[in-house]
């Protein structure tokens, strides 16, 4: 059936696919399509009930089609899908952002986190009046081209367009540094005029990589001394690490903030905020342009505000979930000792990786060594056992409040799985 579809989505979709890595390269095959879900289950075209740690790339953290989420967006929906006015549940939401994420003045609402993050390279851009910006290898930050660079040759810091279409010249204000390497972002701010930093305070998109003690807080540091704004991506990590996101987990104030996934309930709607004097610089307060027809859409707000109300309140969500992943982490890296096969789990809250080969991932450049056969074969066989991991060996898998329900079975499938990639 899946495979059918997936003959026909070919045809007509860029592999198949409306987003790369659901293409299932990195482990060989084709995708299921998925058909429903509720709860920590998937159901595919094939007829398979799936426990899914996608978990819709991090966007979802109580399960799969809660239901006062479903209920808040079928009543707006109701009431009209887009109108090109304000309406109050944006500012109740916005309010409810600012009230929770603690950096957060102010915020404007985007469709998806590839614009929240351009938008907030604009304003620091725009406050700075400087060109450069620093990422960090391995940190994804959606895909507009000042971010599609990748680390040139040797000590350079100055990156290379990592794909055709992306000019050079775009890139070119575009430094690279190494995740928990302050030393490396020091060379960046000296290298040029620098109006962000931007990182990914838990990095996710290279699998798993927590920061260094200090790391954050050298950032910080470091942006002050130079007059570099500090962004936190916080796309995956918002209210998935803790309430208030990676900046309440560390203690550390970003400048600037990115929202997704989470904030709108798995629908398409993404927030990048901050401190008041920078946002006001947005238009129309300020002559920073950014706009969306369909920003503030009303199914997004009202699902974000469903979930975010409930995240709100329920104070015992994030121990839930951090015991939950203590657990299967602990499970994880007893299984993988007991093969004998080098490698470590990373994990912060609700996220969490397998990597198979590095001791530890730091950086990039550690994570670029992970053994992507036994990885497939990981993979494979979890899916054979019922469970559906993130297909990608540099990709996180999310913990939602519904796996509680599936933990003991879930659990076992995944330390089967790491016996069979063996
Ligand atoms: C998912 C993600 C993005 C991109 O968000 P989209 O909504 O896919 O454009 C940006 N930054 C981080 C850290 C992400 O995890």
Redesign the pocket.
């Known amino acids: 059936m899946s495979t059918e579809w997936y003959e026909r989505a070919v045809r007509v979709m860029p592999g198949g696919v409306n ?1 790369p890595v659901r293409a299932f390269n990195a482990v060989g095959g084709s995708p299921p399509f998925a058909v429903s879900a509720s709860g920590p289950h998937l159901r595919t075209m094939d007829g398979d009930d799936l426990i899914d740690f996608i978990s819709s ?2 966007a979802l953290i109580l399960g799969h089609a809660e239901p006062n989420v479903v209920a808040a967006i079928e009543e707006a929906a109701r009431r009209g899908t887009s109108f090109g006015l304000p309406t109050a549940p944006e500012v109740e939401l916005a309010e409810l952002v600012t009230s929770m994420v603690p950096s957060i003045e102010m915020m404007r609402m985007v ?7 351009a938008s907030a390279i604009r304003v620091a851009r725009a406050v700075t009046a400087r060109p450069g910006i620093v990422k960090f290898e391995g ?5 507009a081209d000042p971010f599609l660079v990748k680390a040139g040759s040797g000590a350079a810091t100055l990156g290379e367009p990592d794909s055709p279409g992306v000019p050079a010249a775009t890139v070119a204000d575009t430094y690279i540094a190494r995740f928990n390497d302050l030393e490396s972002v020091q060379r960046c701010l000296a290298a040029g005029p620098i109006s962000a930093v931007i990182v ?1 305070p838990v990095a ?2 290279m699998g798993v990589v927590p920061p260094a003690p200090g790391f954050l807080e050298g950032l910080r540091r470091l942006c002050d001394q130079s007059g570099a704004l500090l962004i936190f ?5 918002g209210f998935r690490v803790a309430r208030g996101g990676a900046q309440e987990r560390y203690g550390v104030a970003p400048d600037l903030t ?1 929202l ?2 989470i904030v709108s309930g798995g629908t ?1 709607a ?1 927030v990048y905020g901050g401190r008041e004097d920078l946002m006001r610089r947005v238009a129309p307060d300020g002559p920073v342009y950014q706009a969306g027809t369909l920003a503030g859409n009303p199914l997004a707000v009202a699902a974000g505000l469903a979930t975010l109300r409930h995240v709100a309140e329920n104070s015992a969500l994030y121990d839930e979930l951090e015991s939950l992943g203590a657990t299967l982490e602990g499970e994880l890296a007893g299984a993988l000792n007991d093969i004998g096969v080098p490698g470590c789990v990373q994990r912060v809250g609700g996220m969490m990786t397998v990597f198979f080969g590095p001791s530890e991932v730091r950086s990039w450049d550690d994570a670029a060594g992970v053994d992507r056969e036994r990885f497939s074969r990981f993979f494979a066989a979890a899916l054979k056992n019922g469970v559906l991991l993130p297909p990608s060996p540099f990709e996180a898998l999310f913990l939602m409040r519904a796996h509680r329900d599936v933990a003991t079975e879930a659990t076992q499938a995944l330390v089967n799985a790491i016996e069979a990639a063996a």
């Open positions: 987003s790339w991090g469709n998806s986190g590839t614009e929240a993050t940190c994804y930050h959606g895909h990914e996710g998109n991506d916080e796309v995956m990590t990115c997704g996934k398409p993404a």
